[in-house]
């Protein structure tokens, strides 16, 4: 089975500090993503890469980075945390290929910055 | 823009009960998939239709696929509490780089015993 995991299940931060979300896939897939979730907007992609050390904006980037060193980890940064970054994070990996593209998720990680 | 719309955004039933959610999008596609959510926790991918294929069946689900009416309906077939979840469904076109969906809102489904 394919196993994303995800650091932290519960994270709280204060406004201003750097945050670190990482997400480990164990199924040498090429595509790893991250999303937001908020009550009433559904899931947001903030950004996705298709490769190592390759990386695209989703439709949320602001305020966040991210960095794929390995081909199996994925990690968010929020450089300066703030209060409207509380939020559900989820990372999801899929393998590259036509209509083989399902997404595998973590758990995912309860951010509140206080 | 390829985001699937679900609707109703919430349907609640009696277990026992049939579920119907529909899902429209607005671009050509090479598949469409649904995926569930239990609450607080990560999606679950449930099934893929491809654009060449009008209908499937995985267990209890059933989904129809409609590329004429650029839309997708999901069936849950005598239903249990344990379906009690949201339910997203993914359009997928040969435009996105990398995989990438785009995720509707979903339909909240609530399963009462």
């Known amino acids: 089975d394919v196993k994303v995991t995800q650091s932290s299940r519960y994270l709280v931060k204060r406004t201003g500090e750097k945050v670190f979300l990482e997400c480990v896939q164990d199924m040498d897939h090429e595509n790893m993503f991250w999303y937001r979730q908020d009550p009433g907007l559904g899931l947001r992609l903030i950004y996705f890469?298709?490769?190592?050390?390759?990386?695209e904006k989703g439709d949320i980037p602001e305020g966040y980075s991210v960095s794929r060193e390995k081909k199996e980890r994925f990690s968010l940064i929020l450089e300066s945390a703030s209060t409207n970054q509380t939020s559900m994070y989820l990372c999801?990996?899929?393998?590259?290929?036509?209509?083989?593209?399902?997404?595998?998720f973590g758990p995912g990680t309860r951010l509140t910055v206080l | 823009s390829q985001q699937g719309e679900e609707d109703p955004q919430a349907l609640s039933i009696q277990e026992g009960e049939n579920a119907t959610m529909n899902c429209s999008y607005k671009t050509s596609i090479n598949n469409l998939q649904w995926y569930r959510q239990n609450s607080g926790r990560g999606l679950v991918h449930l099934i893929l239709i491809r654009s060449n294929e009008r209908e499937k069946h995985s267990g209890r689900l059933r989904v129809t696929l409609d590329t004429s009416k650029k839309s997708s309906s999901l069936l849950i077939t005598a239903s249990r509490a344990a379906d009690t979840a949201s339910y997203f469904c993914?359009?997928?076109?040969?435009?996105?780089?990398?995989?990438?969906?785009?995720f509707g809102q979903g339909t909240e489904l609530s399963v009462k015993p």
């Open positions: 890469s298709y490769d190592v050390k390759m990386k």
């Open positions: 999801a990996s899929s393998p590259d290929g036509f209509n083989t593209d399902t997404q595998y």
């Open positions: 993914a359009p997928k076109t040969i435009y996105n780089q990398g995989g990438k969906l785009i």
